[in-house]
């Protein structure tokens, strides 16, 4: 069997009822779009382990098929897209945004491996939703492969997502083990020292409190977890207490450049931990100074960093726009511990430049109150 005939050399080619068709056909670029789709989801099925999700990858495979089968023969009524397959895609979103509905997911694109591919695959899959509005308009097409194409990169969106969270859960799972190594690895010297400051003796009998007995096992679990990442020098999130340090000497400074400000400081996952309000400062300096916060952590970088990537021409062009809680104002920076982030600060008084420069000075003290 011949690989190539040669008959498209040309730049012609032949659809089901019409012969001589040139490649720079709308309907045969469509097609090609939808096969250039196939083959990426062919890459998500290898990348991913859950079988749901593969077999799901597998049904909408077989839709596109016959989505570029009805291009080619639009009167074949084996090739329209019957509702329920759509439905079948509502279904499936639902499903997996009822499973990361309470994570705190990233915001762009390429946290995993796997995600990432997927927002490619969502972004050629709206490009073949245009090419085929196009050539609804030029040639007519199925009322039905329009609503499924439409909702297929809504598929792929929450798909992206529902990956992030597996691989939030991953991670989460990693630490917890490396964690509970490092409490095998310490607990012979610290035990018996810690396990008395936290509840004292534990004893349990036939007929005890075993409730009682549990939460003591689990007091003295936690104190020497805590011990360990204290002796290992690893400080995960920001406590309350050494934001309240942090706002203190932050204030100071903003006193000392006549500065009157709204200080936040957030955890890890973009929740507040302390926001401090000074006197003289803007009504409008709280919702900002607490969505600077959550935009340094949530993109990892700080927000005056953000706001030269978001210009025109720049890689985050239109970021500002997506969420009400991105801002792209210096005055928000992630607070690390060597590369971990444990929190973000937030702080809006002044202009961007002003707000940034207080918080660049909040990062060279934070060592001094952690």
Known sequence: MEVYTGYGDKGMTDLSHTKNVSKSDDRVCLMGSVEELMSHIGLVRVLVSDGDVVRMLEKISETLKKITDGVSDPYNREFKVNEDRTELLEEEIGRMK?????????????????????????????????????????????????KFMNRLSDYFYVLARYMDAAKIGEKNAETAEGVQRSVKSETAGIEDNVGAEASGTVTTTAGGNTAMAQND?????????????????????????????????????????????????????????AVHVMDGSFLVSFDMAVKKAYTSVAVKMSTMELSRLTQPGQTFYGLGKMSDNIVIFGGGVPLKVGDTIIGGLGISGGTGEEDNSLAEYGLQILNEVL
Do not use: W, Y
């Open 217 to 273: 096992s689990m007091a003295v679990n936690t104190a020497m977890i805590q011990e360990v990442l204290k002796r290992m020098g690893i400080q995960g999130r920001i406590t309350l207490d050494s934001a309240k340090h942090l706002i203190e000497k932050i204030e100071q400074e903003a006193l000392r450049r006549n500065k009157p400000s709204v200080i936040a400081v957030c955890s890890p996952d973009g929740n507040p931990v």
């Open 98 to 146: 009822e499973i990361f509905s309470g994570e705190r997911l990233p915001i762009l694109p390429g946290d995993s491996r796997v995600a990432a591919e997927i927002d490619v695959t969502r972004a050629v899959a709206r490009r073949a939703e245009r090419e085929l509005a196009l050539v609804s308009v030029k040639f007519g097409s199925d009322t039905g492969a329009k």
